[in-house]
T-cell receptor, first 115, second 112 residues
Framework: DTEVTQTPKHLVMGMTNKKSLKCEQH?????MYWYKQKAKKPPELMFV???????INESVPSRFSPECPNSSLLNLHLHALQPEDSALYLC??????????????FGPGTRLTVL | GENVEQHPSTLSVQEGDSAVIKCTYS??????FPWYKQELGKRPQLIID?????GEKKDQRIAVTLNKTAKHFSLHITETQPEDSAVYFC???????????FGAGTILRVKS
């Protein structure tokens, strides 16, 4: 399996809702990433997990809460979001870099709309 | 921190012509430079990458060049086809880090 999968594909939520985005990979990758992408803009890094531990948090608001239950799964829990959080949320994975030049594989993304 | 600038922001070429997209980076510690293609509504996909110990790399119609002294790298697409139309992102990363820093992107339109 050489793919990163994400569910759901689309999500519409109100500002008081709680929802979760899910990401899964079975490539044996030990680094997993969450990105936020606005239309016609580059992916913007949010979080990085390395060996199931949070290694990078790019000063993301606490209404976004990541979780890495095991080496194949990555979740992003959403609570009390704002309309400006509407975007495409991309998950990616790679072998840990540590001196290696490892490609990041992106999932198809979840299109999130906050009403 | 690292900053990557990408030019042009949009590029229109006639089918069969060549396209060149340029990026500059600020951190001399960066040593891995991938290029991603993102079609409308799709995920970014790696099309080519280059390491800092290499000056040029080619894969069929796509090539990337790197000038470490000047801290810039470029994507070259020859014999462009309509299916090359997409947004292209350059990126840079340090050797001992997971963080990719992306350029702003170039919208490439290939007119047939």
């Amino acid at each position: 399996d050489t793919e990163v999968t994400q569910t759901p594909k689309h999500l519409v939520m109100g500002m008081t809702n709680k929802k979760s985005l899910k990401c899964e990979q079975h490539m044996g990758h030990r680094a997993m990433y969450w990105y936020k992408q606005k239309a016609k803009k580059p992916p913007e890094l949010m979080f990085v997990y390395s060996y199931e531990k949070l290694s990078i948090n790019e000063s993301v608001p606490s209404r976004f809460s990541p979780e890495c239950p095991n080496s194949s799964l990555l979740n992003l829990h959403l609570h009390a979001l704002q309309p400006e959080d509407s975007a495409l949320y991309l998950c990616a994975s790679s072998l840990p870099t540590s001196g290696n030049y490892n490609e990041q594989f992106f999932g198809p993304g979840t299109r999130l709309t906050v009403l | 921190g690292e900053n990557v600038e990408q030019h042009p922001s949009t590029l229109s070429v006639q089918e069969g012509d060549s396209a060149v997209i340029k990026c500059t980076y600020s951190d001399s510690a960066s040593n891995y430079f991938p290029w991603y293609k993102q079609e409308l509504g799709k995920r970014p996909q790696l099309i080519i990458d280059i390491r800092s110990n290499v000056g040029e790399k080619k894969d069929q119609r796509i090539a990337v060049t790197l000038n470490k002294t000047a801290k810039h790298f470029s994507l070259h697409i020859t014999e462009t086809q309509p299916e090359d139309s997409a947004v292209y992102f350059c990126a840079a990363r340090k050797e001992y880090g997971n963080k990719l820093v992306f350029g702003a992107g170039t919208i490439l339109r290939v007119k047939s």
